[in-house]
C-alpha cells in the first residue's frame, strides 16, 4: 500500500492532470458497479414488486465504461483546475490566511453554490444522452433527479469539504474527493436508475410545501 502511495506521488507530480484523469475515471467506474449491485439486489428483495428483476446479477459493462468516461472527461480535469484555481484565487485575489476560518467556509460555499450544482448538471444530463434519450427526455430526467440528489448530497459534501480544504494539501484534494466520488457515483448512478421513484416524489413535495409557505408569509 505504501509503495502504492509513492507510486501515485511520483505519477501525480510528473502528470499531475493525467494522474487525476485516470483516477476520477477508474473510480466513477467503479462506483457504477456498485450502484449497479445495490440496484439488482434492492429490487431482488422486493421482487414483488420488481417481478423482471428476478434473476442473478450481471454487470452492465457498457453503463460502466460510459459512467467512467465522465469521471475521465469532466471530473478529473474539471475538478483538478477548479481545486488549484480556487486555491489561488482565495488565497491571493482575497489574500485570505490559509485553513483559517473564513478561507474554509468561503472555499465550501463556492464549492456548493458553483462546482456541486454543475457537477450534478453535467452528470444527469450527460447520463441522459448517453443513453440516447432525445433533448426533451433528458430535460425531464434533470429535472426529475437534480433536485433529490442536490438536496441529499447538500448535507453531507460541506462536512466532507470542510475537512478537505482545512487539512489536505491541494495536490491532493480532487484525490481525497474521488474517494468520497466513489460512493457518490454509486449514489448518483443509483439516483439515476431509480427512475420516478416515490421518495423522489416525496423530496420535492417538501421543497414545494416550504416555498408555498414563504411565499403565503
Known amino acids: 500500500m505504501l509503495r502504492l502511495w509513492k507510486w501515485y506521488q511520483n505519477c501525480l507530480a510528473l502528470h499531475p492532470v493525467k494522474t487525476q484523469v485516470i483516477s476520477s475515471g477508474l473510480i466513477w467506474g467503479l462506483g457504477d458497479v456498485s450502484a449497479q449491485a445495490v440496484?439488482?439486489?434492492?429490487?431482488?428483495?422486493?421482487?414483488?414488486?420488481?417481478?423482471?428483476?428476478?434473476?442473478?446479477?450481471?454487470?452492465?459493462?457498457?453503463?460502466?465504461?460510459?459512467?467512467?468516461?465522465?469521471?475521465?472527461?469532466?471530473?478529473?480535469?474539471?475538478?483538478?483546475f477548479w481545486y488549484e484555481?480556487?486555491?489561488?484565487?482565495?488565497?491571493?485575489?482575497?489574500?485570505?490566511?490559509?485553513?483559517?476560518?473564513?478561507?474554509?467556509?468561503?472555499?465550501?460555499?463556492?464549492?456548493?453554490?458553483?462546482?456541486?450544482?454543475?457537477?450534478?448538471?453535467?452528470?444527469?444530463?450527460?447520463?441522459?444522452?448517453?443513453?440516447?434519450?432525445?433533448?426533451?427526455?433528458?430535460?425531464?430526467?434533470?429535472?426529475?433527479?437534480?433536485?433529490p440528489a442536490l438536496i441529499l448530497e447538500g448535507g453531507i459534501w460541506p462536512i466532507v469539504q470542510v475537512a478537505n480544504f482545512r487539512y489536505i494539501p491541494v495536490r491532493?484534494?480532487?484525490?481525497?474527493?474521488?474517494?468520497?466520488?466513489?460512493?457518490?457515483?454509486?449514489?448518483l448512478?443509483?439516483?439515476?436508475?431509480q427512475e420516478d421513484a416515490a421518495w423522489k416524489q416525496w423530496l420535492k413535495n417538501i421543497v414545494r410545501l416550504k416555498e408555498q409557505k414563504e411565499e403565503g408569509r
Open 39 to 80: 440496484t439488482h439486489y434492492t429490487a431482488k428483495k422486493h421482487h414483488h414488486l420488481h417481478p423482471d428483476e428476478d434473476k442473478e446479477f450481471a454487470i452492465n459493462w457498457r453503463r460502466v465504461a460510459t459512467t467512467s468516461l465522465f469521471g475521465f472527461a469532466f471530473v478529473g480535469p474539471v475538478g483538478h
Open 85 to 147: 484555481g480556487l486555491d489561488r484565487v482565495i488565497r491571493l485575489r482575497f489574500q485570505m490566511q490559509p485553513k483559517s476560518l473564513r478561507f474554509v467556509a468561503t472555499k465550501v460555499a463556492l464549492d456548493g453554490i458553483i462546482f456541486g450544482p454543475l457537477d450534478l448538471l453535467v452528470f444527469f444530463t450527460y447520463m441522459g444522452y448517453s443513453t440516447g434519450k432525445n433533448t426533451a427526455q433528458v430535460v425531464e430526467g434533470v429535472k426529475r433527479d437534480f433536485l
Open 172 to 187: 491532493y484534494q480532487l484525490l481525497y474527493v474521488n474517494f468520497f466520488c466513489l460512493l457518490d457515483s454509486s449514489f
Open 189 to 193: 448512478s443509483w439516483i439515476e436508475q
